[in-house]
Every structure is written in structure tokens, then in C-alpha cells.
């Protein structure tokens, strides 16, 4: 078995939550969550041990990781770009908004920067169609974005 | 449950049920607060569930419980055969599920609970005979529950008024895209569209022209400005190709690529096709990259007979809602903007011009060459061609001066300003060895004359006449002196 290589402090803390649980195979989602919660991400350790602590397969919690668009199996940047691109938003013309944070950022959608400062993500709906287009950077909600709040909003989030 | 006979006893039931919604209010207040609902139904009645309640009523006293639990009787559970059936509420469960569209279809949602991948399973069994768990699962959208307490209260004749023939009540639609006005609206069924997009939304936005209202979501269809004044409601928007579906309503004006708008939903199901079945596996992914081949110029007619036929037998064959409807973005353009598929095939052009590849870019050399900042444009030299133009003795070869050339080229020869040198010009071009001068001011005058009043248009014509009569037919009467029309 591959060695863990993450914090054993986080290891306890999920440990504890999964003990909280019903600790099977129904909580998994929940505890997917927190493990995402608690790591930032789901690497296939973190996977095997929460097969085991749940008595799974690994081959059935990398089902759940891989279906669900909202878990990731890669780190991600300390701020995360998430632009919308639903219908809303997409008619009011997000790809652009999109192909101005790949420019400035020079990387692409899905990807994260070489410092781990930012991941550009694209995502359906976030449910303000009012403010369409809309950016979100974590849990801040920027709307009616235009190309040129695109390099203010990144300016907020330097260090 | 009592049956509701009369108007006394449908306000009884109305207080009954206000009681049951002060115990959820109480509850938010106090996570401890339980309540225990006794099946009052025949079957458990007749095995002693009132006088259960009757008991645990008398429990709940002895163990001074009185402010953390009560005791109740509600209708039939449904498993009368298991009576008597306590239920304790709530039980404080409280699901999430990680993003996945496909969880909107039932049988996805009730995996996705159950902790494991949300892909649907064939019905039957329906959730209402084994669902959750196995067990009989009511699977509603939060709107419809919403509407429920409503309905009770002010009974089903109050709620029937609203509506049209075949679809009652109310719908929320959450209006969007290029429209003044943005946001949830609760309109009667059978409103019109022209109603919510003028009315209500406000009009376009910037005074755009309106093309298509999308509704449904990614399993809709499009509605087309001719169909403004359709009454919606559930059938009515079936019967034009769209859907109810979420209730989603995006206003699309002329600068949207249809084309385009239909590859954007193909690529969302696409992203989103749990990949049970292959019709909605595989078939929409065809789909998507025949309508990313239309949008970059290299589709053909067949194409869209392809993409029609394999959009219906994904239609038809798909396991599960997501699949069924995905082809409907695709369809409805296609059967109701089928000349901009057609542009984009055919003419290789994007009528919105939003597909990158199909836009054509034109550079005109003037308007460069006026603004360039580097000099990346000259001039070029043709002195050479106009000489081997004269030279050649079978060439007839005229040169047209423009009317400003006759004062500056005195200039350039150190004359006074403001000489005119017409006829010196006329002279020196004639013995470069052009055959005739031609020069602007002849047209530029007629186009003067024409402008400055409708009425000479007469004029110019029998002028016009007078002139092709009187020209030789070498060619436009050439004038040594350049001539006046006053």
C-alpha cells in the first residue's frame, strides 16, 4: 500500500468524522466532502483510505470521485477562478471573459498557475442569471463582468 | 383521515396542517423537538395505533418530555399490512450530492443519495414502489412541494382558476440572456410569450432584434419570434419541439449563432451523459463534433441529414430523460432555423458572425495605408506599367486627373498659389503620350447637381441621353479643357 504522504493531522481529523458517521457505504459522499474539505483535494491515498475506513473498494470511491464534477483529484490553486458558462451567461458572452483570464493568467481552463496561486475552472450555473456574466473566485460572486474587470479582479487577489 | 365533506371541515384540516407547519418552524428554533406521527389509517387502527398514541402521549407526560416531543395522528403511511406505523419527525437527514445534472432524473438522485454514482436505472420499478432503500420514494422538484401547501389551504377550485385549459397554476420562470429586466417571474399558465418578453422582461436589450427564446434547459428547444403568441403551458410548448423543463427561459437576439447555441448545450450533455447507455454515450458525442465541423466551416448537407437522423434515434433510444431530450437543442434550430444551418454549410458563412471560422476579413488598402503608424504599407510605383502602356502602339490609354491636381501642380512648379493650370496639365499629358484626359470634375459636378436637388434627376437623364448620342464610339467623350455642365 502507498504510503501516506499527507498530514497525519488531517488523516485523524477525517478519521473522527468518518466515526461520526455510519461509517458505510451511504455516507461516502458526505465524507468525500470532508476529506476534499479537509486536503483541498482527493489524491488516490486519501481515496484508499477512506475505502477502507468505510469497508469499500478503492475501485468504488474512484466511481464516486470520477462522477461527481464537484471532486477533484488534483491540487488546486489557492484562489479558484470559476467562470460560468451557462446558458445565461454564455448568451451574454462569458467566452470571452474566459479566453481573457486564459490570457492573463496564461494558463488554460482547468489548469493552475505555476505558483498554486490561481486554477481557472469553468462551471454551469451558479444560479445568479441576473448578474450574467458572472466570475466567482472562491466564495465571491463578481457580476455583469466585462473583459475589462477581468485584470482588476485578478488584481484583488495578488500578493 | 376525515373525509373533507364540507367547507368546516377543509378549515379544520387547514388548522391542523398550520399546526404541523409551526412544528417545523419549532423545529428550526429547537434541533431537540420531535414528533411522533401515528398512523391513523384503517389498517393501523384496527391494530391498535390509537391507542398507542393514547400510551405514548402518556409516556411523553411521565417523562416530562411535554416540550420535546409530542405525539400525533396523521393519514395512511401506506404499509398497512406492517401496522401500527410510528414515524418520528424529522429525522434530521440531510443529503448532499457533489454536481452532476444527471441527478435531476430520479432514479440518479436516489443513487446519488444512497452514496454512490447518480446513474439512472430503467423503470419500473418506479420510485413510488421501490425507491430509496428500496422502499416507496416520492421524487417531486421543489416547486411542486411548494405548491402543495397552497393548494390545501385554499383548496383545488382556488388553484384551477389559474391557468390555462389543460395545465393549471402557476409557473416560475427564471427570465434571462439579452433582456432588459432579469429574474425569477411567476406568470399564470397560458401567458403568452410576447406578455413575459415585452411586458414583463422589459423588451431586448439595446433594441435588438428578438430571434429565439430557449426553454427547457439543455433538454428544451427554441421558440422563434413568429411564436410569440402561443399560450405556454406544458403542451403547448411540447407540441412546438420545446419543453417546460426547468422553467429555464433565455432570450437569444440576432447576435447569437444558432449554430452555435446548439453545439453549447450538445457540449453541457455531452460533459454531463453518465455514460450508462450508448445512444446518449456515444450519439451525442457525434452529435457535438458534426455541429463543431458545421461551426468551422467544413459541414456538409448531408451532415445535417445525419444529424438529424441520429439526433432522433438518440431520442428514441436513450435509457433515460438526460439522453432523451438532449437531441432537442438540435432539432428545434434545426426545424425552425434551418436557412442559418444551411448558410453555415452551403454558403460557408455565419449569418451572426460569431463562428471564428467562417467570418471573412477584407482589407482595404486605402483606409490602411491612411492609418498605418509604421509604414508597414507603400505605395506602389506603377510609373513603369503606365510607361508600357503608352508605349504600346495598339493601347488606347486615357488618364484621369483628380480636380484638385490643376492648382497644386502649379505649386509645384513655382508659380503663384491659386493658379489654375488646366490647360498646361491637359497639354503636358497629352504630349507624355496619353490618347484622351478624362477628367473628375465632369462626374464630380453630376453628382453635385444630382444631390443638390431631386428635381435636375430629369435633367441629368436627357443629358445623359444627349451625351451617349453624341459620343463617338471609341469611347466617353474626352475634353482637352474639362468641360462645365452649369
Not at chain 2, 421543489?142 to 388553484?159: C, K, L, M, Q, R
Request: hydrophobic fraction near 35%.
Amino acid at each position: 500500500m502507498k504510503t501516506r504522504t499527507l498530514s497525519q493531522d488531517l488523516y485523524k481529523q477525517l478519521e473522527e468524522y468518518i466515526d461520526s458517521t455510519e461509517a458505510n457505504e451511504a455516507a461516502l459522499i458526505e465524507v468525500l466532502h470532508e476529506a476534499q474539505h479537509l486536503f483541498g483535494y482527493l489524491p488516490m491515498e486519501v481515496q484508499l483510505f477512506i475505502g477502507d475506513k468505510l469497508n469499500i473498494p478503492a475501485s468504488k470511491v474512484f466511481g464516486v470521485v470520477s462522477f461527481y464534477s464537484y471532486f477533484t483529484t488534483e491540487p488546486k490553486g489557492k484562489y479558484v477562478i470559476n467562470i460560468c458558462t451557462g446558458t445565461a451567461c454564455f448568451v451574454r458572452n462569458a467566452n470571452a471573459i474566459v479566453k481573457e483570464f486564459e490570457n492573463t493568467l496564461n494558463i488554460k481552463t482547468g489548469e493552475t498557475t505555476g505558483n498554486g496561486m490561481y486554477t481557472i475552472d469553468c462551471l454551469r450555473c451558479v444560479g445568479a442569471c441576473g448578474l450574467a456574466p458572472v466570475v466567482m473566485v472562491n466564495d465571491d460572486v463578481y457580476g455583469k463582468v466585462t473583459v475589462d474587470d477581468v485584470q482588476k479582479i485578478i488584481a484583488k487577489y495578488t500578493e | 383521515m376525515d373525509r373533507i365533506e364540507n367547507l368546516d371541515c377543509l378549515l379544520n384540516k387547514q388548522k391542523e396542517l398550520e399546526h404541523t407547519m409551526d412544528i417545523r418552524k419549532a423545529n428550526h428554533d429547537n434541533t431537540e423537538y420531535r414528533e411522533l406521527l401515528i398512523c391513523g389509517g384503517t389498517g393501523c387502527v384496527s391494530s391498535q395505533s390509537l391507542k398507542l398514541l393514547e400510551n405514548l402521549n402518556q409516556e411523553i407526560k411521565n417523562h416530562g418530555l411535554e416540550n420535546s416531543a409530542r405525539a400525533s395522528i396523521t393519514g395512511c403511511f401506506g404499509f398497512c399490512e406492517k401496522g401500527p406505523i410510528v414515524k418520528v419527525f424529522p429525522e434530521d437527514v440531510f443529503y448532499v450530492g457533489a454536481g452532476a445534472f444527471v441527478c435531476g432524473e430520479e432514479t440518479a438522485l436516489i443513487h446519488s443519495i444512497e452514496g454512490g454514482r447518480g446513474e439512472p436505472t430503467t423503470k419500473p420499478p418506479f420510485p413510488a414502489e421501490s425507491g430509496l432503500w428500496g422502499k416507496p420514494t416520492s421524487v417531486n422538484n421543489v416547486e411542486t412541494f411548494a405548491n402543495v401547501p397552497a393548494i390545501i389551504i385554499n383548496g383545488a377550485s382556488w388553484y384551477n382558476k389559474f391557468g390555462s385549459h389543460t395545465s393549471k397554476g402557476t409557473k416560475v420562470f427564471a427570465l434571462a440572456g439579452k433582456i432588459n429586466n432579469v429574474g425569477l417571474v411567476e406568470v399564470p399558465m397560458g401567458i403568452t410569450l410576447r406578455e413575459i418578453i415585452y411586458d414583463i422582461g422589459g423588451g431586448i436589450k439595446d433594441g435588438k432584434k428578438l430571434k429565439a427564446v430557449q426553454t427547457g434547459g439543455p433538454s428544451g428547444g427554441c421558440i422563434t419570434a413568429d411564436q410569440l403568441d402561443v399560450e405556454i403551458d406544458y403542451e403547448s410548448l411540447y407540441s412546438i419541439g420545446s419543453m417546460m423543463g426547468s422553467g429555464g427561459m433565455i432570450v437569444i437576439d440576432e447576435d447569437n449563432c444558432i449554430v452555435d447555441i446548439a453545439k453549447f448545450y450538445l457540449e453541457f450533455t455531452v460533459e454531463e451523459s453518465c455514460g450508462k447507455c450508448t445512444p446518449c454515450r456515444v450519439g451525442n458525442k457525434r452529435l457535438y463534433e458534426m455541429l463543431t465541423k458545421i461551426t468551422e466551416g467544413k459541414g456538409t448537407e448531408e451532415d445535417l441529414e445525419t444529424m438529424r437522423n441520429l439526433a432522433e434515434t438518440i431520442k428514441l433510444t436513450s435509457l433515460c430523460g438526460l439522453g432523451q431530450t438532449a437531441p432537442n437543442p438540435v432539432l428545434s434550430t434545426m426545424k425552425y432555423f434551418y436557412d442559418e444551418y444551411l448558410a453555415h454549410v452551403r454558403d460557408k458563412k455565419c449569418p451572426a458572425g460569431v463562428c471564428q471560422a467562417l467570418l471573412k476579413y477584407h482589407i482595404s488598402e486605402d483606409k490602411c495605408l491612411a492609418v498605418c503608424p509604421t509604414a508597414a504599407l507603400a505605395e506602389v510605383n506603377n510609373v513603369p506599367t503606365v510607361w508600357d502602356a503608352i508605349n504600346d502602339e495598339k493601347k488606347f490609354v486615357v488618364v484621369q486627373t483628380v480636380p484638385a491636381v490643376r492648382v497644386a501642380l502649379g505649386e509645384e512648379f513655382g508659380m503663384e498659389p491659386r493658379t489654375v493650370v488646366t490647360g498646361k496639365m491637359v497639354a503636358a499629358l497629352r504630349s507624355i503620350g496619353f490618347d484622351k484626359v478624362f477628367d473628375t470634375d465632369f462626374a464630380a459636378d453630376l453628382t453635385i447637381m444630382e444631390e443638390a436637388s431631386p428635381t435636375t434627376t430629369e435633367t441629368l437623364k436627357s443629358l445623359k441621353k444627349e451625351l451617349l448620342e453624341s459620343i463617338p464610339r471609341t469611347g466617353l467623350r474626352q475634353s482637352e479643357s474639362p468641360m462645365r455642365i452649369q
